[in-house]
């Protein structure tokens, strides 16, 4: 059984988007790690603020299976596949790691490079996985945060409800 962290975000009727991706993972997976849930400005595009998250679980299916499976489940979401890379959308699901696999998996980048490189990736793993390294870098999520330029992307918690219990609030 892998272990694998993903990224979720929506700016697109955000609180029904990232409410359906939670239910469909629970429905899908037993025992998940959800962090808590940040607004951050549209990188890369002018758009609505985003809303993300990552989440954590066990998983049996194979990186290709899981990878099919989290696009159907922003296709049920309505996502939009024919317009611009960067472009406002129902949902987006990202695999982050997958066990500690390194490398191009079946169209899959291993460990995705977008940890690295955006605080709402980066910060909501540190939520989950602080002490978890980097499969590739070898350094843990908390300490790649510390020394993130964080005046580079603004970010900030939000409240969130979801099966009746607050999984996030404002700090």
Same mark, same amino acid.
């Given at each position: ?64 299976? @899981? ?23 129902? @949902? ?29 990736? @980066? ?9 978890? @390294? ?38």
């Amino acid at each position: 059984m892998a272990n694998v962290l993903v990224s979720i975000g929506s700016n697109i009727e955000r609180y029904r988007n990232i409410t359906a991706a939670l239910d469909a993972l629970d429905t899908q997976f037993s025992g998940l790690l959800v962090s808590r849930v940040y607004q951050s400005e549209s990188v890369g595009f002018a758009g609505d603020d985003f809303l993300n998250l990552a989440v954590g679980f066990d998983c049996t299916m194979t990186v290709p299976e @899981l990878a099919a499976w989290l696009r159907e489940v922003e296709d049920n979401n309505g996502r939009c596949r024919d317009g611009p890379k960067f472009s406002s959308r129902t @949902l987006d699901i990202d695999i982050l790691t997958f066990d500690n696999l390194i490398g191009h998996i079946d169209g899959v980048e291993l460990p995705r490079e977008e940890i690295i490189h955006n605080a709402f990736v @980066l910060r909501p793993l540190v939520d989950i996985a602080a002490e978890k @390294l980097h499969p590739s870098l070898q350094c843990s999520y908390q300490s790649l945060w510390e020394s993130y330029d964080k005046a580079a992307q603004n970010l900030w918690p939000v409240d969130f409800t979801w099966q009746g219990k607050k999984i996030s609030a404002v700090d």
